[in-house]
C-alpha cells in the first residue's frame, strides 16, 4: 500500500520540514523521514487512541512503534500521524506472530473500552465502518444482522455472495463463549515487524473489543489463509481458552471483510474457504 507524499505543511507542524520522505511500501501507506514515519490515517478517533495507548505501554519481548506527537502537542494532523521508525519487515514467523499477541494481550488486559467500538457502522460506509460491520458479523446472534440495518452495500460478485453463505452456515456452529472480552488488537497479521534475532516491533494497534484468544485466531486464519502457513498452525496453539469457537468467529470475521470491502479480489476467496473448512474440522 502507498499514498500520497505526506503535504509540506503536516511534515513542519511534526518538525520535519528539512526531511525528504521516502516511501516505504508498508505502515499503512507510511512515508519514513529519517527516524520517523508518517501514516495516513483513516479514522481520527482511532489513531489518536493507539498513540495514546502506544506512549506508555510496556509489553515484555516487544518493541512498539512510539508515537511523536506534533509541535503543538497534536497525535494527528490533517489526517496524518507520526511514530518513530522500527526497522523490520512484516516475515511468516506466524508462530511468533501469535507468540506476540499473547504477551501484547496481557498488557492491554486493563485498557478500558473506547466508546468509538461501540458505535454502529453507519452510511455512506468507509473501510472503519467494513470492519466494525465484518466484526460484529461474527459475534451478534442473528449474524449480518448490523448489515441490514447499517445500509451497507450488497455484495454481488460470485465469491462476495459465498462468504455471506459461509457466514450462514459457519454460524450455526457456534456455541456461547465465557472467556470475557478486553482490548485487543485484531491485525496482528502484517503489523508485526521482524528484524533477524532481534526483538520483534509493532506498528500500530488496531482496537477490538473481543476475549485475547480470538485476536490470535484471526492472525492464524490469516496466516492459513494467505500466508503460506503449515497446518499444524491451527492445532499448535489449541491450548489456548475456547480455540475452536475463537477460531470460528475469526473465520467468519475475515468472510465478512471479504464480502463488503470494495477492494476485496477474487483470488483471495479460496484461501478463506479452505480454512474455513479446516475450522469446521475442530469443532
Do not use: C
Not at 511500501?25 to 493507539?50: E, F, M, Q
Request: cysteine-free; charged content about 20%.
Amino acid at each position: 500500500m502507498t499514498s500520497v507524499e505526506p503535504p509540506e505543511h503536516v511534515r513542519a507542524t511534526f518538525g520535519l520540514r528539512e526531511v525528504t520522505p521516502v516511501s516505504l511500501g508498508d505502515w499503512d501507506g507510511g512515508w519514513r523521514l529519517g527516524d520517523v514515519v508518517l501514516s495516513p490515517v483513516a479514522d481520527h478517533a482511532r489513531a489518536a487512541w493507539s498513540a495514546k495507548v502506544r506512549e506508555n505501554l510496556s509489553v515484555d519481548g516487544l518493541r512498539l512503534a512510539r508515537p511523536v506527537r506534533a509541535t503543538d502537542g497534536r497525535y494527528v494532523v490533517s489526517g496524518w500521524r507520526a511514530d518513530t521508525f522500527l526497522q523490520g519487515t512484516a516475515e511468516p514467523r506466524h508462530d511468533e506472530v501469535v507468540s506476540v499477541s499473547l504477551r501484547l494481550h496481557q498488557a492491554t488486559a486493563n485498557l478500558e473500552r473506547p466508546r468509538f467500538l461501540v458505535q454502529p457502522p453507519v452510511a455512506p460506509w468507509v473501510d472503519v465502518d467494513v470492519f466494525v460491520a465484518a466484526d460484529r458479523a461474527a459475534w451478534e446472534a442473528v449474524p449480518l444482522r448490523t448489515l441490514r440495518g447499517g445500509g451497507s452495500p450488497t455484495p454481488t460478485s460470485p465469491d462476495g455472495q459465498r462468504s455471506m453463505e459461509l457466514i450462514g452456515q459457519l454460524a450455526t456452529l457456534r456455541k456461547p463463549v465465557q472467556t470475557p472480552a478486553q482490548l485487543v488488537h485484531g491485525d496482528l497479521f502484517g503489523t508485526v515487524l521482524f528484524d533477524g534475532p532481534y526483538t520483534p516491533g509493532l506498528s500500530d494497534i488496531t482496537p477490538y473489543w473481543r476475549p485475547a484468544p480470538w485476536a490470535a485466531g484471526v492472525a492464524v486464519v490469516d496466516a492459513l489463509a494467505w500466508g503460506g502457513a503449515d497446518d499444524g498452525l491451527m492445532e499448535r496453539w489449541s491450548d489456548l481458552p475456547e480455540w475452536p469457537q475463537m477460531l470460528l468467529r475469526a473465520v467468519m470475521f475475515r468472510l465478512a471483510v471479504h464480502a463488503l470491502h470494495p477492494r476485496s479480489t477474487p483470488q483471495a476467496f479460496p484461501g478463506l474457504s479452505r480454512t474455513a473448512d479446516m475450522v469446521r474440522l475442530t469443532l
